[in-house]
């Protein structure tokens, strides 16, 4: 299938590994121009050689917390690539705590990190986006948004916020032709995921091998996800096939979600 993806400019924030990463990748072999972000150079650096050889990359060094950051990186990338077509907002989690361990501090590090580099970013492109009439949206959340998990707080508030912002963007610029949509992912292998296993199997006393046989026990799949998985469903969002979807939080986490809706 022709996802009518070529020499489309998408930006990928937090994908020198993981799920952003497998989001860039996937990108790049749909034919799109591929500008990513993160902290660590030399992470940066090995991810762009990568993406490389499926198609044309950038990167550039960027904290999604900081806005000089963002507006320095949606520069670099417009100067280089031209208007950005495609965002996928992304950053990684905050604090595994509970509610009665967190300081203001890590509630407003939370905010500046999960929430406010979704609206900046997405503040930075919807200008040109609407201006070409087309543009596509898409915030990588958590499982958290829909079913709160007790040692992600922050997360699990944050989250089902970003949830709230996808359905107020969608209906805001929809008539631009701009389609905005979330998604709430399940457990995949992650760098993420392995520090959530430090965290619980010091509480449980169990193995980390245990942990994740009884993780992949509580998916319907019976598995734990990969990147990769992510990362296609995110190039179908971006796509023209998927030109009549906005608005949706769409659950990729093997049936982990128990929800009806």
């Known amino acids: 299938m022709d996802l009518g993806l070529k020499d489309r400019v998408a930006m990928i924030a937090a994908a020198s590994k993981g799920i952003g990463k497998a989001c ?21 650096e090995r991810t762009r050689a990568e993406i490389a050889s499926h198609g044309e990359a950038m990167t550039v060094v960027a904290d999604v917390s900081s806005s000089n950051d963002l507006e320095r ?43 406010m580099n979704v609206v900046r970013l997405s503040r930075l492109v919807i200008p040109g986006m ?24 922050i997360s699990s508030t944050l989250r089902a916020g970003l949830s709230g912002l996808t359905k107020t963007m969608a209906n805001q610029i929809g008539p631009d032709n701009i389609t905005v ?7 995949i292998l992650t760098d993420r995921q392995y520090a959530l296993a430090d965290v619980r199997v010091k509480e449980r006393g169990i193995t980390h091998e245990e942990y994740f046989a009884g993780q992949a026990a509580e998916i319907p799949l019976r598995r734990i996800g990969e ?8 190039a179908f ?25």
């Open 130 to 153: 609407r201006e070409r009439q087309w543009g596509r949206i898409i915030h990588l959340t958590s499982l958290a948004a829909k079913q709160p998990v007790d040692e992600l707080t």
């Open 181 to 187: 949509n979330a998604i709430l992912t399940g457990h």
């Open 227 to 234: 990147p990769r998985e992510l990362g296609e469903v995110v």
């Open 24 to 44: 860039a990748i996937a990108l790049a072999q749909e034919g799109c121009r591929v500008s990513i972000c993160a902290r660590n150079a030399e992470e940066l």
């Open 73 to 115: 990186w949606y520069q670099q990338t417009a100067d280089r690539f031209g208007q950005v077509d495609v965002l996928v907002t992304n950053t990684g989690g905050p604090p595994v705590k509970r509610f009665m361990e967190l300081s203001d501090e890590q509630w407003l590090s939370g905010v500046e990190s999960t929430l």
């Open 237 to 261: 969002l971006a796509s023209e096939r998927a030109s009549y979807v906005t608005g949706v939080s769409l659950q990729v986490d093997g049936g982990l979600i128990r929800a009806a809706m």
